[in-house]
T-cell receptor, first 111, second 114 residues
Framework: RKEVEQDPGPFNVPEGATVAFNCTYS??????FFWYRQDCRKEPKLLMS???SGNEDGRFTAQLNRASQYISLLIRDSKLSDSATYLC????????????FGTGTQLKVEL | NAGVTQTPKFRILKIGQSMTLQCAQD?????MYWYRQDPGMGLKLIYY???????DKGEVPNGYNVSRSTTEDFPLRLELAAPSQTSVYFC?????????????FGAGTRLSVL
């Protein structure tokens, strides 16, 4: 089983739609979770951290379910500019600062 | 605000050639990392450093070497380039705040070995 698994997509959605991605992780003792965004042929950039109680940043909502070992990202009112690959990232316990990256979920927002 | 700077942006190597990928950060971060990203794959950690003079292997270190003589610089060396090293290489840095652990990435180096 991969340490971090994501559906590669692509998710093709119309502008204004709500879309959700899930990501599962194998290490139950993982301590920190993040969503990074990567535009085509660009470097990854932090989108948001994921907190145990769930957190929101504008149109983006992240949730963590430790019992089922998954995190989710919900995007409301999708914009064309949201088109990108979303990387699920996990910091395992005892991993120092070594993050484990998922392969990413591709989102395409269309007119 | 330079952040993390990588050079070169693109490079084509012949099999057996060597080269150094440069990485510099101006955020006074202690932690620095080198990743490679192959098409359709997640980022794989090659080497990392927790401070000047300290380096350690990541998940895929074979065929690479690093050094960290200063806090700012973390070059990655390919000694005998092989086609399997064709990839996009990203350098990143982060502060020592483990709880936040935000990694800042350079724009990447696209390397082809032919």
């Amino acid at each position: 089983r991969k340490e971090v698994e994501q559906d590669p997509g692509p998710f093709n959605v119309p502008e204004g739609a709500t879309v959700a991605f899930n990501c599962t992780y194998s290490n139950s003792a993982s301590q920190s979770f993040f969503w990074y965004r990567q535009d085509c042929r660009k470097e990854p950039k932090l989108l948001m951290s994921v907190y145990s109680s769930g957190n929101e940043d504008g149109r983006f909502t992240a949730q963590l379910n430790r019992a089922s070992q998954y995190i989710s990202l919900l995007i409301r009112d999708s914009k064309l500019s949201d088109s990108a690959t979303y990387l699920c990232v996990v910091l395992p316990t005892g991993g120092g600062n070594k993050l484990t990256f998922g392969t990413g979920t591709q989102l395409k927002v269309e007119l | 605000n330079a952040g993390v700077t990588q050079t070169p942006k693109f490079r084509i190597l012949k099999i057996g050639q060597s080269m150094t990928l440069q990485c510099a950060q101006d955020m006074n971060h202690n932690y620095m990392y080198w990743y490679r990203q192959d098409p359709g794959m997640g980022l794989k950690l090659i080497y990392y450093s927790v401070g000047a003079g300290i380096t350690d292997k990541g998940e895929v270190p074979n065929g690479y070497n690093v050094s960290r003589s200063t806090t700012e610089d973390f070059p990655l060396r390919l000694e005998l380039a092989a086609p399997s090293q064709t990839s996009v290489y990203f350098c990143a840095s982060s502060s020592t705040t483990v709880a936040k652990n935000i990694q800042y990435f350079g724009a990447g180096t696209r390397l082809s070995v032919l």
